[in-house]
């Protein structure tokens, strides 16, 4: 079991640039969730997707942000354009639920860093 | 927003018990108790979970309260590599079937 897989593990980028995150999630799970954490704010959720269709995203700070689950095998986290606020790191989750009967598995997350 | 309470720190010996609180008085229900550890530079990590009941695993045992209002994580034997950030959440079912994680309870361990 490969567990949570994400992609690039660190990024660095201008203000303004797009930033792509990658993930792939636990085969067999249904569940994928985003995370974002600062020393600030701590973890907090952005959103998640059951089925590859998105449940909740009220924690998606704004609309620069934005997630995609084309296929049980891979979600996007997309940030266009970017802001030297948005530096944290972001970690993709997946679950066999979504309602909690089954844990969380994290990846080990992508740190992002806006100059 | 419901929340969850939890001490900001605590010091444990190793070898010896450790028992980490958490306050959760709004749970409705359906919400299961999570507990994830976070070690420096890494993902969090799964430890145990429960409904009702008392729950067991290799890791470490979860005592919930009859009202299910406060739950305590146990670690029979602390060790170095139990050093961490616990993070107690409610998995609130539902509609609004997430995880929201507190600021969790940072346990160092001394030898």
């Known amino acids: 079991d490969a567990g949570v897989i994400q992609s690039p593990r660190h990024e660095v980028t201008e203000m303004g640039q797009e930033v792509t995150l990658r993930c792939k999630p636990i085969?067999?799970?249904?569940?994928l969730f985003w995370y974002r954490q600062t020393m600030m704010r701590g973890l907090e959720l952005l959103i998640y997707?059951?089925?590859?269709?998105?449940?909740?995203d009220s924690g998606m700070p704004e609309d620069r942000f934005s997630a995609k689950m084309p296929n049980a095998s891979f979600s996007t986290l997309k940030i266009q354009p970017s802001e030297p606020r948005d530096s944290a790191v972001y970690f993709c989750?997946?679950?066999?639920?979504?309602?909690?009967?089954?844990?969380?598995?994290f990846g080990n997350g992508t740190r992002l860093t806006v100059t | 927003d419901a929340k969850t309470t939890q001490p900001n720190s605590m010091e444990s010996n190793e070898e010896e018990p450790v028992h980490l609180p958490c306050n959760h008085s709004?749970?409705?229900?359906?919400?299961?108790i999570h507990w994830y550890r976070q070690l420096p530079s890494q993902g969090p990590e799964y430890v145990i979970h429960?409904?009702?009941s008392n729950v067991n695993n290799r890791m470490a045992s979860l005592a919930i309260a009859e009202d299910r209002k406060s739950s305590t994580l146990i670690l029979h034997r602390a060790t170095l590599r139990d050093a961490a950030v616990y993070y107690c959440?409610?998995?609130?079912?539902?509609?609004?079937?997430?995880?929201?994680f507190g600021k969790g309870t940072k346990l160092s361990v001394k030898p």
């Open positions: 989750a997946s679950s066999l639920s979504w309602q909690g009967a089954s844990p969380l598995h």
């Open positions: 085969s067999g799970h249904n569940s």
């Open positions: 997707f059951n089925n590859n269709v998105p449940i909740d």
């Open positions: 709004t749970i409705s229900g359906t919400d299961y």
């Open positions: 429960g409904l009702t």
């Open positions: 959440t409610p998995f609130y079912g539902g509609s609004q079937g997430n995880l929201i």
